[in-house]
């Protein structure tokens, strides 16, 4: 066999992979595939700023494994940071792997094609640790799609010291159970600062010639690690859960996560890796905030990421400089929970179009809030690039806002959606949500009466004035309860009834100029259910992986029949999760992980709720929610 | 004034597509500093043209960009600038400056070249090659946008040698036509699949599409 018929294409990988020969041929493999299938630039890797390391030389090996696309995994920000503070260790060499999209899936089945990594086409049972980022409750079943066609047997149990370490984060891992039979190790927090001390404990251990136990009995004391194996779980007898707890007494009862006090002392990239082929979102971000002051009664985010913290503008305004330089992207874009609440936002974003004004790099907001400080800030974004305006009032009547705690005025959305549209705006984006508790039609009513309101705020611009084309796009959401949320207690509305209520609501929405969309209730339903899920549901997803379903966030992949037959067989329903209200005394199957918000807040919050009554702004008052007693004081800007 | 310059595109490079190339090239221009001339709109870029798309999968040691520049830059500093940023897979081989009214290359395209080379045994190559150049056509299916058509391409080839196991092809390749060697070579040897490279880019009288100048840097 010829190894080298095009030396160039081995460059970056080959230095190192001439003496491993193996791995030069499975790139032999990959490659006559590569024609027959869409996008083939997602499974080659090379690109600009990709880390390029000798693996003989390195201790540890690290495959950070995300499971969707190429392209929605490359535009993840966490990605990027980690992948960056792994790789500035010099023993350890962090590589990516994304699910293949089915052509390729399939013709690497069919081919014996191992999952690989992009930086050096390295199977993935060749490395030391797995790391998944779990972002969305609906990729699980991609997670085990991806070890299966690694080859690596799925279940932690069945996998011993010669298979790698499978550990997982990102906000799924604070209620991670439907997991525990899959993953070795989770991490829950913020992650920059832990995946450095894993892989450095990790590496430590290694060197010792500890066993795998010895090491994970090891991580399973220090803060914001969760290792299953060492935890039980019991229920009553009707099924309901009661406890988990651990099996040893050196093992901590609660898993406090990891928390990060100093974003401008965390470690950001100076570059990041640019795909060839177009990643969802494929420009420089900068993460100005992490958390948010909010306290909106349904997010799972914003509590997670408590306290709100901020990076200094100076320290923003460097990454941007070197990160610009470093990739050639055309755009900025400022990503936080509620990038409009950034203290010194119309500095910052005046700021950046300054330094970046003879290069044409243009500045977006995502994610803008609705009452957020909106006027100059509007003015400067549109001048170098004209993003289509985004608010969530999220419920449609003055009083359901109130129960979410979305403390929104009408009139103030109203007069910001008509500053837009004097400034030259002509799109709107609204995002709503229904099955919130207590939702009555009125409420819903109020969601198509609002995107009337908003159109009429654009006819009244005199025409000379307003762009031409008004485009108002309202995307309904279903409710999805969450840990750590105050209504983590609450029973999702049925499928039946979000199907009414989306019917009634397309009835309702007939007018002109405005585009009415909303999400598959089937897909909430199970998201729900995994959500709030305990243990018992690792049998069915993988049932649901046995009998194929992956992408399930893909509507031409999601097969409902299919999970359906995975929760009979299993003899679990998925109503019992989806639609259970839990007591408020009850023991949830996530009490053992802590987010530093306290259970009394959220109680608190859930009896306002009721009530109706607002929770103002962290950064007006704050509600004592425990982060404060968690981490200390200082931790909060606002509070002290 | 212009900046005209050759490239290969090889490696792991040559699996993303001419829309991908655009952007990659616009963002190398960025981060090499070149004194680019940026388009006037929202979506400022780069007026950058390419002679020809390359069809994706297929190596090429003669492709062709054009770019305008917005000051002075000298040939051999814009190649070594462009090479350093540039990811492994595309490089920059000769550059020459121009002034603004000279004729852009894709106007000037006739002919590509390309050689094939089999991967794996073959039988026969100089004799299908000898009999296709005798027909009067040669019937091929063509997708295009989910619909299928047939295609005579007999009229599009103008050369097709064996050199041993080494397949050579003159192809029309112009704005309005353009022979994707692919076509073919698929329909010509079904099943075995070709390590394609494009070797030149030719004018209508078959001269090179790239010259430099006597005396010119590259
Ligand atoms: S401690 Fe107070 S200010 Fe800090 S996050 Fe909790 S409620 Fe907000």
Redesign the interface.
């Known amino acids: 066999m010829v190894l080298l018929?095009?030396e160039?294409?081995?460059?970056?990988v080959l230095p190192f992979l001439r003496k491993g020969k193996c791995l030069v041929l499975l790139y032999d493999a990959i490659r006559?595939l590569?024609?027959q299938v869409q996008?083939?630039?997602r499974?080659?890797?090379?690109?600009?700023n990709m880390t390029v390391k000798d693996p003989a030389k390195m201790d540890i090996r690290f495959a950070f494994c995300f499971a969707d696309t190429y392209e929605v995994g490359m535009s993840h920000l966490g990605l990027k940071i980690l992948y960056h503070v792994l790789n500035k260790e010099p023993n350890v060499y962090c590589e990516r792997a994304f699910a293949p999209w089915v052509d390729m899936e399939t013709k690497m089945r069919e081919n014996h094609i191992p999952l690989y990594t992009l930086e050096t086409f390295t199977p993935l049972d060749r490395f030391d640790m797995l790391g998944f980022t779990l972002q969305y409750e609906m990729s699980y079943t991609n997670v085990l799609n991806m070890l299966d066609l690694a080859g690596i047997p799925l279940l932690a149990n069945k996998r011993g010291e010669e298979w790698p370490l499978v550990v997982a984060g990102g906000p799924c891992a604070f209620n991670p159970e439907p997991l525990c039979d899959f993953i070795d190790l989770f991490m829950v927090g913020d992650g920059e600062e832990q995946i450095v001390e894993l892989v450095r404990e990790y590496d430590a251990f290694k060197k010792k010639g500890a066993s795998r136990e010895e090491f994970l009995l090891h991580m399973a004391k220090r803060q914001g690690f969760y290792i299953p194996r060492f935890f039980r779980d019991s229920y009553f007898e009707n099924g309901d859960f009661k406890a988990l707890t651990p099996t040893r007494d050196d093992v901590p009862a609660t898993i406090l996560k990891a928390f990060l006090p100093d974003m401008d002392a965390a470690d950001y990239p100076d570059s990041f890796i640019?795909p060839?082929?177009?990643a969802v979102f494929d420009r420089v971000s900068l993460e100005i905030a992490r958390g948010c002051t909010r306290g909106c009664r349904f997010c799972q985010a914003g509590m997670l990421y408590r306290p709100q913290r901020e990076r200094s503008m100076e320290t923003l305004m460097k990454q941007a400089e070197r990160l610009?330089?470093?990739?050639?992207?055309?755009e900025i874009s400022l990503s936080a929970l509620s990038t409009g609440d950034y203290s010194c936002l119309p500095q910052l974003v005046r700021g950046l179009m300054e330094q970046h004004k003879k290069?044409?790099v243009?500045v977006s907001l995502p994610s803008l809030r609705i009452d957020s400080v909106l006027g100059e800030t509007l003015e400067e974004t549109r001048q170098?690039?004209?993003t289509s305006l985004t608010f969530a009032p999220e419920a449609g009547s003055q009083r359901l806002r109130d129960v979410i705690n979305k403390g929104v005025q009408e009139q103030q959305l109203l007069d910001n959606v008509r500053d837009a549209f004097e400034k030259g705006w002509n799109g709107v984006k609204l995002y709503f949500m229904i099955g919130l508790p207590t939702e009555t039609e009125e409420d819903l009513l109020g969601i198509p009466a609002l995107a009337k309101k908003v159109t009429e705020q654009y006819y009244a611009v005199p025409k000379e004035q307003r762009q031409k084309g008004l485009r108002v796009t309202c995307s309904a959401s279903s409710f999805v309860p969450k840990p750590f949320t105050p209504f983590q207690w609450e029973p999702q509305n049925s499928i039946d009834q979000l199907m009414d209520k989306q019917r009634f609501l397309r009835e309702n929405f007939r007018m002109r100029g405005v585009e009415f969309n909303w999400h598959e209730p089937h897909l909430s339903f199970l998201e729900a259910a995994f959500a709030r899920g305990d243990r018992r549901l690792g049998r069915v997803l993988l049932r649901a992986h046995e009998l194929g379903c992956r992408f399930d966030g893909w509507n031409d992949c999601f097969r409902f029949d299919l999970w359906m037959q995975a929760f009979a067989d299993c003899d679990i329903r998925c109503e019992d999760y989806a639609y259970k209200r839990y007591d408020l005394d009850a023991p949830l199957p996530w009490d053992h992980i802590s987010c530093g918000v306290s259970k009394e807040f959220l109680k608190r919050e859930w009896h306002k709720a009721e009530k109706g009554e607002l929770s103002p702004d962290c950064r007006q008052h704050c509600h004592g929610c425990g982060i404060r007693a968690t981490f200390g004081k200082g931790v909060c800007r606002t509070c002290g | 004034m212009r900046l005209i310059a050759e490239f290969e595109k090889t490696g792991r490079c040559i699996w993303f597509s001419h829309l991908d190339l655009q952007r990659t090239m616009q963002r190398a221009l960025r981060r090499s500093r070149a004194p680019i001339a940026y388009s006037q709109g929202f979506n400022p870029h780069a007026e950058l043209a390419f002679a020809s798309a390359l069809p994706l999968g297929c190596r090429s040691r003669c492709e062709i960009m054009d770019v305008k520049l917005d000051g002075e830059m000298d040939a051999g500093d814009f190649l070594r600038a462009m090479n350093a940023v540039l990811p492994e897979g595309l490089r920059l081989s000769r550059a020459r400056t121009v002034d603004d009214r000279f004729p852009a290359p894709m106007a000037k395209m006739a002919f590509a070249v390309y050689e094939a080379r089999p991967e794996g045994k073959i039988e026969g190559i100089k004799e299908k090659a000898e009999e296709f150049l005798r027909a009067e056509s040669f019937f091929v299916e063509k997708q295009s946008k989910g619909k299928s058509r047939e295609l005579d391409i007999r009229p599009l080839v103008h050369e097709l040698q064996a050199d041993g196991e080494l397949l050579r092809l003159r192809v029309t390749c112009t704005n309005a036509d353009n022979l994707r060697p692919e076509l073919l070579l698929s329909a010509l040897f079904p099943q075995l699949p070709f390590e394609v490279t494009r070797v030149g880019l030719l004018q209508a009288g078959g001269e090179p599409l790239f010259e430099l100048k006597a005396g010119e840097e590259g």
Do not use: H, M, N, Q
């Open positions: 018929k095009d160039k294409e081995y460059r970056g006559p590569l024609p996008k083939p630039a499974y080659t890797g090379g690109e600009v640019v060839f082929t177009e610009i330089a470093s990739t050639g992207y055309e290069d044409r243009s170098v690039k004209k």
